[in-house]
């Protein structure tokens, strides 16, 4: 049985993660968030919630405690705080394996007239994530960072990726395509270990996406 815990569950593609977990009988999952009710919909055997901050070391670390994956679904003015944090309770609980949802463009590796536009459209919120996808990568983890594209909420899985240092693809992809990807990484946890994925839908290429 593999034991995941997910740091922000309440998250829009955390919670459909958490729905392709519950259809895997082979993963137990812990809900970390900072209004338990805000999950009370799910009601499984295979389901604990814990209420809980971030930025709250100690009571991260005992979440932590016994857990193969974490997966954290964070977002916020203290991301890079909170990268912080997740580390130093990760190696207190002696928990390695890590799947980190960040943003497209941190690394400036979108092209054209999109990287334009994503950079002006995002400002200082790019600088933020990267600052927080580097300390992961700065790390002894088994991190990966998932940097999608715009998201959309389309009812389909679709997508590919790129690597750290190529040219990111497309302009959007889906939550449920993320989940997807989030939840295949958990359940084989040694693929893309230490890597930092791009993750867009194919043939969406554009100056921006196509619903903005």
Do not use: C
Not at 64 to 69: N, Y
Not at 177 to 195: C, F, G, Y
């Amino acid at each position: 049985m593999t034991k995941v815990l997910i740091l922000g569950a309440a998250g829009q593609i955390a919670r459909l993660a958490e729905q392709q977990f519950l259809a895997d009988t082979n993963v137990d999952l812990t809900l970390y968030l900072r209004n338990a009710q805000r999950v009370n919909d799910l009601k499984s055997a295979r389901v604990t919630v814990i209420d809980g901050d971030t930025t709250d070391e100690a009571k991260l670390t005992q979440a932590m405690a016994g857990q193969d994956v974490v997966y954290a679904n964070l977002a916020g003015q203290n991301i890079k705080t909170q990268a912080e944090t997740v580390l130093a309770a990760m190696h207190a609980a002696n928990v390695k394996r890590l799947i980190w949802i960040s943003t497209l463009g941190i690394y400036d590796e979108v092209p054209g007239k999109f990287g334009a536009w994503n950079n002006a459209t995002l400002g200082s919120y790019l600088t933020r994530y990267y600052s927080a996808a580097e300390v992961l990568e700065n790390s002894d983890l088994d991190y990966t960072i998932i940097r999608p594209a715009w998201l959309t909420n389309k009812p389909e899985v679709a997508y590919e990726t790129t690597g750290r240092h190529d040219a990111f693809k497309g302009t959007e992809v889906s939550r449920q395509s993320i989940a997807a990807l989030v939840v295949k990484l958990a359940t084989h946890p040694d693929e893309a270990v230490r890597a930092s994925l791009g993750v867009n839908k194919p043939d969406t290429d554009g100056d921006k996406p196509a619903w903005y």
